[in-house]
Protein backbone atom coordinates (compact mmCIF):
# COMPACT_ATOMS: atom_id res chain seq x y z
CA UNK A 1 0.00 0.00 0.00
CA UNK A 2 0.93 3.51 -0.29
CA UNK A 3 3.24 5.14 2.52
CA UNK A 4 3.26 8.66 3.98
CA UNK A 5 4.01 11.02 0.80
CA UNK A 6 5.49 14.63 1.27
CA UNK A 7 5.71 17.68 -0.98
CA UNK A 8 7.69 18.95 -1.92
CA UNK A 9 10.82 16.74 -1.82
CA UNK A 10 12.93 20.43 -2.23
CA UNK A 11 12.18 23.56 -1.51
CA UNK A 12 14.46 26.69 -1.80
CA UNK A 13 12.75 30.13 -0.57
CA UNK A 14 14.13 33.31 0.17
CA UNK A 15 14.52 34.67 3.58
CA UNK A 16 11.25 36.23 4.80
CA UNK A 17 8.93 34.52 2.80
CA UNK A 18 6.39 31.70 3.37
CA UNK A 19 6.55 28.08 2.50
CA UNK A 20 4.17 25.33 3.19
CA UNK A 21 5.11 21.69 3.46
CA UNK A 22 2.11 18.81 3.19
CA UNK A 23 2.14 15.48 4.24
CA UNK A 24 -0.34 12.56 3.53
CA UNK A 25 -0.35 10.25 6.09
CA UNK A 26 -0.98 6.89 5.39
CA UNK A 27 -5.24 5.50 5.78
CA UNK A 28 -6.73 5.14 8.37
CA UNK A 29 -3.39 6.49 10.81
CA UNK A 30 -4.84 9.12 13.09
CA UNK A 31 -1.89 9.61 14.70
CA UNK A 32 0.46 12.42 12.68
CA UNK A 33 4.27 13.93 13.79
CA UNK A 34 6.34 16.59 12.49
CA UNK A 35 9.79 16.63 13.13
CA UNK A 36 12.79 18.28 10.98
CA UNK A 37 16.45 17.62 11.05
CA UNK A 38 19.39 20.07 10.97
CA UNK A 39 22.82 19.35 9.51
CA UNK A 40 24.05 17.13 12.31
CA UNK A 41 21.17 16.87 14.70
CA UNK A 42 18.66 14.62 15.49
CA UNK A 43 14.98 14.27 14.57
CA UNK A 44 13.84 17.33 16.48
CA UNK A 45 9.81 16.44 17.52
CA UNK A 46 7.56 19.27 16.49
CA UNK A 47 3.89 18.55 16.38
CA UNK A 48 1.79 15.89 17.06
CA UNK A 49 -1.67 15.30 15.83
CA UNK A 50 -3.71 12.52 17.61
CA UNK A 51 -7.37 12.11 15.97
CA UNK A 52 -9.63 14.95 17.03
CA UNK A 53 -7.60 15.99 20.44
CA UNK A 54 -5.90 19.14 20.66
CA UNK A 55 -2.32 18.93 18.94
CA UNK A 56 0.88 18.99 21.09
CA UNK A 57 2.53 21.82 19.57
CA UNK A 58 5.06 21.88 22.30
CA UNK A 59 7.75 21.51 20.20
CA UNK A 60 7.14 24.02 17.75
CA UNK A 61 10.29 26.42 17.61
CA UNK A 62 8.62 29.79 16.91
CA UNK A 63 5.07 31.38 16.90
CA UNK A 64 6.57 31.58 12.48
CA UNK A 65 5.55 27.83 12.78
CA UNK A 66 2.22 26.62 12.47
CA UNK A 67 0.79 23.10 11.32
CA UNK A 68 -2.76 21.88 10.25
CA UNK A 69 -4.55 18.63 9.70
CA UNK A 70 -7.55 18.54 7.65
CA UNK A 71 -10.31 16.22 8.30
CA UNK A 72 -7.54 14.43 10.09
CA UNK A 73 -5.91 13.10 7.16
CA UNK A 74 -3.64 15.85 5.26
CA UNK A 75 -1.37 17.89 7.36
CA UNK A 76 0.25 20.92 6.31
CA UNK A 77 3.35 23.03 8.23
CA UNK A 78 3.34 26.63 7.44
CA UNK A 79 6.75 28.59 7.96
CA UNK A 80 6.08 32.10 7.93
CA UNK A 81 9.04 35.03 7.62
CA UNK A 82 11.65 32.21 6.95
CA UNK A 83 15.11 32.29 8.53
CA UNK A 84 18.16 31.08 7.39
CA UNK A 85 18.28 28.60 10.67
CA UNK A 86 15.26 27.35 9.09
CA UNK A 87 17.04 25.09 6.60
CA UNK A 88 16.45 21.42 7.57
CA UNK A 89 14.84 18.72 6.74
CA UNK A 90 11.30 18.44 7.73
CA UNK A 91 9.87 14.33 7.99
CA UNK A 92 6.18 14.07 8.71
CA UNK A 93 5.36 10.19 9.80
CA UNK A 94 1.67 8.72 10.92
CA UNK A 95 0.76 5.73 12.73
CA UNK A 96 -1.77 3.89 14.28
CA UNK A 97 -3.38 5.00 17.80
CA UNK A 98 -1.66 2.81 20.39
CA UNK A 99 1.90 2.05 18.32
CA UNK A 100 3.74 5.62 18.52
CA UNK A 101 6.34 3.36 18.16
CA UNK A 102 5.78 2.04 14.87
CA UNK A 103 5.82 5.42 12.94
CA UNK A 104 6.04 5.16 9.14
CA UNK A 105 7.74 8.00 8.17
CA UNK A 106 8.14 10.21 4.70
CA UNK A 107 10.67 11.04 2.51
CA UNK A 108 10.95 14.28 4.08
CA UNK A 109 11.33 17.79 2.24
CA UNK A 110 14.47 19.22 2.15
CA UNK A 111 14.04 23.07 3.00
CA UNK A 112 17.00 25.50 1.99
CA UNK A 113 16.43 29.34 2.61
CA UNK A 114 18.91 31.51 1.41
CA UNK B 1 21.10 20.09 26.37
CA UNK B 2 20.87 16.94 24.32
CA UNK B 3 18.88 14.37 26.44
CA UNK B 4 19.82 11.09 24.12
CA UNK B 5 22.99 11.02 22.63
CA UNK B 6 25.04 8.20 20.19
CA UNK B 7 28.58 9.57 20.63
CA UNK B 8 29.72 7.51 17.94
CA UNK B 9 28.54 9.29 15.11
CA UNK B 10 30.16 6.12 12.29
CA UNK B 11 30.70 2.48 12.63
CA UNK B 12 32.64 0.23 10.04
CA UNK B 13 32.05 -3.58 10.94
CA UNK B 14 33.30 -6.53 8.27
CA UNK B 15 30.09 -8.49 6.91
CA UNK B 16 29.56 -11.86 9.49
CA UNK B 17 30.51 -10.29 12.76
CA UNK B 18 28.23 -8.46 15.34
CA UNK B 19 27.65 -4.81 14.74
CA UNK B 20 27.36 -2.77 18.79
CA UNK B 21 25.82 0.68 18.11
CA UNK B 22 25.65 2.71 21.27
CA UNK B 23 23.35 5.51 22.83
CA UNK B 24 23.20 7.43 26.33
CA UNK B 25 20.35 9.31 27.42
CA UNK B 26 20.18 11.85 31.00
CA UNK B 27 16.37 11.65 31.77
CA UNK B 28 15.80 8.65 34.30
CA UNK B 29 12.01 9.28 33.70
CA UNK B 30 12.36 8.02 29.91
CA UNK B 31 10.64 4.79 29.68
CA UNK B 32 10.07 3.64 26.19
CA UNK B 33 13.09 3.49 23.80
CA UNK B 34 13.65 2.70 19.70
CA UNK B 35 16.00 2.41 17.39
CA UNK B 36 15.60 3.53 13.61
CA UNK B 37 17.09 2.65 10.82
CA UNK B 38 17.66 5.49 7.95
CA UNK B 39 18.46 5.38 4.15
CA UNK B 40 19.90 7.94 2.15
CA UNK B 41 17.11 9.21 0.75
CA UNK B 42 14.33 7.67 2.92
CA UNK B 43 12.57 8.38 6.22
CA UNK B 44 13.74 6.41 8.98
CA UNK B 45 12.12 2.93 9.63
CA UNK B 46 11.30 1.04 12.89
CA UNK B 47 13.47 -1.47 13.59
CA UNK B 48 12.88 -2.36 17.56
CA UNK B 49 11.34 -0.88 20.61
CA UNK B 50 12.34 -2.38 24.44
CA UNK B 51 9.88 -0.96 27.66
CA UNK B 52 11.90 0.38 30.52
CA UNK B 53 10.36 -3.18 32.06
CA UNK B 54 12.84 -5.19 30.47
CA UNK B 55 16.61 -5.39 29.62
CA UNK B 56 16.20 -7.17 26.37
CA UNK B 57 14.38 -7.44 23.34
CA UNK B 58 15.48 -9.32 20.60
CA UNK B 59 13.69 -10.21 16.86
CA UNK B 60 15.67 -12.29 14.67
CA UNK B 61 19.48 -10.89 14.07
CA UNK B 62 18.47 -7.26 16.06
CA UNK B 63 18.78 -7.35 20.00
CA UNK B 64 17.99 -3.90 21.68
CA UNK B 65 19.75 -4.05 25.22
CA UNK B 66 18.46 -1.43 28.40
CA UNK B 67 21.25 -0.65 31.05
CA UNK B 68 19.24 1.81 32.92
CA UNK B 69 21.42 2.49 36.28
CA UNK B 70 23.75 3.43 33.44
CA UNK B 71 21.11 4.88 31.52
CA UNK B 72 22.68 3.18 28.37
CA UNK B 73 21.36 1.14 25.27
CA UNK B 74 22.80 -0.74 22.66
CA UNK B 75 21.65 -2.60 19.57
CA UNK B 76 23.45 -5.62 18.79
CA UNK B 77 22.77 -6.79 14.76
CA UNK B 78 24.67 -10.21 14.11
CA UNK B 79 25.56 -11.28 11.96
CA UNK B 80 25.90 -8.02 10.36
CA UNK B 81 24.97 -7.76 6.31
CA UNK B 82 26.12 -5.23 3.82
CA UNK B 83 22.19 -4.48 3.71
CA UNK B 84 22.12 -3.34 7.26
CA UNK B 85 24.64 -0.30 5.98
CA UNK B 86 22.17 3.07 7.39
CA UNK B 87 22.29 5.57 9.98
CA UNK B 88 20.83 4.36 12.91
CA UNK B 89 19.26 6.18 15.66
CA UNK B 90 18.02 5.77 18.66
CA UNK B 91 15.08 7.18 20.49
CA UNK B 92 13.36 7.73 24.15
CA UNK B 93 10.36 8.96 25.51
CA UNK B 94 8.49 9.10 28.93
CA UNK B 95 5.08 7.78 29.14
CA UNK B 96 2.74 10.61 29.67
CA UNK B 97 -1.56 10.95 30.59
CA UNK B 98 -1.18 11.77 27.25
CA UNK B 99 0.57 8.87 25.99
CA UNK B 100 4.08 8.15 24.91
CA UNK B 101 4.66 9.66 21.62
CA UNK B 102 7.21 12.56 22.22
CA UNK B 103 10.04 10.90 21.24
CA UNK B 104 13.75 12.65 21.81
CA UNK B 105 15.69 11.15 18.60
CA UNK B 106 19.83 10.61 19.11
CA UNK B 107 21.93 12.36 15.86
CA UNK B 108 22.50 8.99 14.73
CA UNK B 109 25.31 6.48 13.66
CA UNK B 110 26.06 5.45 10.39
CA UNK B 111 26.50 1.57 9.65
CA UNK B 112 28.86 0.51 7.37
CA UNK B 113 29.29 -3.06 6.66
CA UNK B 114 32.04 -4.42 4.40
CA UNK B 115 31.74 -7.27 2.29
Known amino acids: GAGVSQSPSNKVTEKGKDVELRCDPI?????LYWYRQSLGQGLEFLIYFQGNSAPDKSGLPSDRFSAERTGGSVSTLTIQRTQQEDSAVYLC????????????FGPGTRLTVL | DQQVKQNSPSLSVQEGRISILNCDYTNSMFDYFLWYKKYPAEGPTFLISISSIKDKNEDGRFTVFLNKSAKHLSLHIVPSQPGDSAVYFC??????????????FGTGTRLKVLA
Open chain 1, 27 to 31: SGHTA
Open chain 1, 93 to 104: ASSLVGRTDTQY
Open chain 2, 91 to 104: AASRTTTSGTYKYI
